[in-house]
């Protein structure tokens, strides 16, 4: 693998087409050992050959896409998340999941105390989050079962759902109603809202959540954010979609 990847790599702006000596040259291969791995690349579509000279296929664009769609989402996120806090004047996140946890990959936060300082990095249990639960709803029936059966899921307040068949209904709902509401499961006096963000194979990747003190409001009143989230995350969707080469925020961002 390691020597398929020198072939790969021996392309670049400047050497965009290359003869055999040249590959194994570059590579430090023998001609024997670059021909085949040049002959691999042509048959899987990823390198062409007019008889001479090889050349790289739009195809290896593949190899790249999904770890620069990953690796742009928080900067992709990051202009829609700004104008969804103008408008509801509170704070929102965004998160990732990473096995049992949360991680805040992007926030935009509104000039008030928070009840829980909160930044970008931090982890925090998937159960007791709004983001958690719609994450944990985007995954399959058994993932969730080994999950369930695997988390420590103990009381962070008073309110937090520890029981298993409680939180499976829960994020069942949360499947089918597209969004989650945590009413101080996590921390006294505050409350989250989340919806989830698709890739382009409609995989959620992501959840966007806003987030109140509780003395701003009831967890109804949360429901009044739903629109412009939905607006803000459809858009973070579209910019992460492929376009043509050169195109799209996702593949170049």
Do not use: C
Not at 153 to 170: G, H, Y
Not at 190 to 205: E, M
């Amino acid at each position: 693998m390691e020597r398929g990847l020198a072939v790969i790599r021996a392309f670049d702006h400047t050497r965009p087409r290359l003869t055999l000596a040249e590959v194994a040259k570059i590579t430090g291969l023998d001609r024997a050992a670059a021909r085949r791995f040049l002959l691999t690349l042509v048959d899987l579509g990823y390198v062409s050959f007019d008889g001479r000279l090889y050349s790289l296929r739009p195809r290896v664009l593949e190899l790249g896409y999904a770890f620069l769609s990953s690796l742009s989402l928080p900067e992709v996120a990051l202009t829609h998340m700004e104008p969804l806090v103008a408008e509801v004047h509170e704070t929102s996140s965004l998160g990732v999941l990473d096995g049992q946890e949360v991680v805040f990959v992007a926030r935009v936060p509104v000039k008030r105390l928070m009840a829980i300082p909160i930044m970008v990095g931090s982890r925090f249990p998937a159960y007791p989050t709004s983001m958690g639960r719609v994450l944990l709803a985007g995954r399959g029936p058994e993932w969730l079962e080994e999950y369930l059966a695997s988390a420590e899921l103990k009381p962070l307040t008073d309110r937090t759902v520890t029981d298993p068949d409680r939180l499976r209904e829960i994020i069942a709902r949360v499947a089918g109603e597209g969004y989650a509401i945590v009413d101080q499961e996590i921390d006294d006096g505050s409350r989250s809202i989340a919806v989830p963000v698709h890739d382009a194979s409609g995989q959620v990747v992501a959840a966007l959540n806003v987030s109140m003190l509780s003395g701003r409001g009831t967890a109804e009143t949360m429901l009044d954010f739903l629109p412009a989230m939905r607006r803000a995350a459809e858009q973070i969707e579209a910019d992460l979609r492929p376009g043509p080469v050169g195109q799209g925020i996702g593949l170049i961002g």
